[in-house]
């Protein structure tokens, strides 16, 4: 159950999360480890970087879920939700752009002059951006589509215990009358 004051979920829903999480960053760093090797150019300090890259991502959109969570972002309503969504990502794109060239340039992969060159700049976050934009719109969708489907089972639940109440009632009605036609 998700709360203001208490950010605990059930334990399968707090595995998959994470096994998600991790599993995007094993499957980002062997993808980038494959490309590597299928152009000639494997690199250990690539893999490195692709490594910790999508390791920060993780913990930029980890820091991202606790700040929705904390805020109560699930009880919004779209047109509240969107604009805060896209500035959350924004900021994120704007923030991770630097977090990425440190770690690039640490493992060597790029410089610092190629990496504040004016389009690559506004390519790097726009990428980014959309990168926050899509986790955050996959988080969402799981998260309305659960809360869809409890709300769909306490209609059914609902709408069970009002035909076992008139199920209920007719049975009394109906004992009545064959009590009173053998009378």
């Known amino acids: 159950r998700f709360n203001k004051f208490n950010l605990r ?7 998959s999360y994470y096994f998600l999480q991790l599993s995007a960053i094993a499957f980002y760093t062997a993808f980038v480890g494959g490309l590597m090797y299928f152009y000639g150019e494997f690199k250990f300090g690539y893999l490195l970087e692709a490594f ?6 993780v913990l930029c959109t980890h820091t991202l879920r ?28 704007i923030v991770f752009f630097p977090i990425s060239v ?23 976050i726009s990428v980014f ?10 988080y969402f969708l799981f998260h309305y589509i659960s809360s869809y489907q409890k709300t769909l089972k306490m209609t059914a639940l609902m709408n069970e215990a009002e035909l076992k109440n008139l199920k209920s009632q007719l049975n009394p009605h109906f004992l009545f009358n064959a009590l009173n036609s053998v009378r």
């Open 129 to 138: 951006t959309l990168l926050f934009l899509l986790w955050s719109l996959i």
């Open 102 to 124: 440190v770690n690039a340039v640490i493992w060597e992969t790029i410089s610092w002059q190629e990496s504040f060159e004016g389009a690559n700049v506004i390519y790097q």
């Open 66 to 93: 606790y700040f929705v969570i904390r805020n109560d972002w699930f009880s919004l309503r779209f047109n509240k939700l969107i604009p805060r969504v896209l500035i959350i990502s924004i900021f994120l794109g």
């Open 9 to 15: 979920m059930p334990i399968s829903k707090k595995l």
């Open 52 to 57: 910790l890259f999508i390791s920060l991502f």
